[in-house]
């Protein structure tokens, strides 16, 4: 049995010891428990779930999602040019394959991998990709197909809309991935902005992760009339937001079409879980 080698660190330690553990277990038939880990940073413990549980979709999974086509990019293009059912019929066959199939595939293998960051995720991929088709009855486009699929991973609510999600999506020009809500309650965002109030040293450290980030960034709707707010220059757009959204957007590049792609994805989530937890709070 092979054990890796990992560079000196408390993360890279830590993922030793597991494959130790996991060696000597299976060498003495008994099982050899881990210390607790209290005393380890959360980043530490996040990042050897997220190990452990990658190694588990490996063992299980026939064969790793390779990446998206670029065929998929090419069939929104050619969606937006010929939005009706007709020519959606002729080219089913073509969705399916390049992006309903590789949606779900991409949706089996994240899904245990979110898991670790929160065991309430819905674990059933069709329940995590969304549908080509519009609802047009209350809008004044009536294409009947969307220009863009997504994933979403989320908690089983009464209206999973107003609660904080973990997402991917992907367009013909754009990808785009990251956490938070589509439409939040008034009720909610009071609930989030006194959860500010009452531990504002915390949220300060929630959100230092994105004030220099050049990939993830917050997306809201302000307040036109400006909230009272006491709290440091960093807090106001947040205190000020009529939901909270956290997006990285890129254009399509060599990740998108490679495998790499379920890493880059998971490693994004595990910088959002700790605003993620913070919302959760304010539910």
């Not at 670029?70 to 059912?85: I, S, T, V």
């Not at 994240?110 to 670790?116: A, D, G, H, Q, W």
């Not at 531990?199 to 992760?209: M, R, S």
């Amino acid at each position: 049995m092979q054990i890796k080698l990992y560079p000196f660190g408390i993360v890279e330690c830590f993922l030793f010891l597991k494959e130790l553990v996991s060696a000597l277990t299976k060498i003495l038939g008994a099982t050899v428990a881990i210390p607790p880990l209290d005393s380890l940073k959360f980043s530490a413990r996040i990042h050897c779930k997220i190990c452990s549980a990658r190694q588990r979709v490996r063992m299980t999974l026939s064969k790793r999602f390779p990446g998206f086509s670029p065929q998929a990019l090419r069939f929104f293009h050619d969606l937006e040019q010929n939005n009706n059912r007709q020519w959606f019929a002729e080219h089913r066959a073509d969705y399916v394959q390049t992006i309903a199939e590789p949606m779900k595939q991409l949706a089996v293998e994240l899904i245990p991998l979110v898991r670790e960051l929160d065991p309430l995720i819905i674990p059933n991929p069709e329940r995590a990709v969304s549908r080509i088709y519009r609802d047009t009855r209350f809008s004044n486009d009536k294409s009947p197909y969307r220009p863009n699929v997504w994933i979403a991973f989320r908690r089983e609510t009464e209206c999973w809309t107003q609660t904080p999600v973990f997402f991917f999506e992907i367009k013909e020009k754009e990808y785009w991935f990251g956490m938070g809500m589509y439409s939040a309650s008034a009720a909610m965002m009071r609930n989030f902005r006194q959860q500010i109030d009452a531990h504002p040293a915390a949220f300060l450290q929630v959100i230092e992760p994105f004030r220099k980030s050049k990939t993830l960034r917050l997306e809201s709707e302000q307040y036109k009339r400006r909230m009272p707010c006491e709290h440091p220059k960093a807090v106001v757009p947040w205190y000020q937001s009529k939901s909270i959204s956290v997006i990285g957007i890129r254009p399509p590049d060599k990740m998108l079409f490679s495998s790499k792609i379920v890493n880059f994805l998971i490693g994004q989530f595990v910088l959002l879980k700790p605003l993620y937890d913070f919302l959760w709070k304010a539910t």
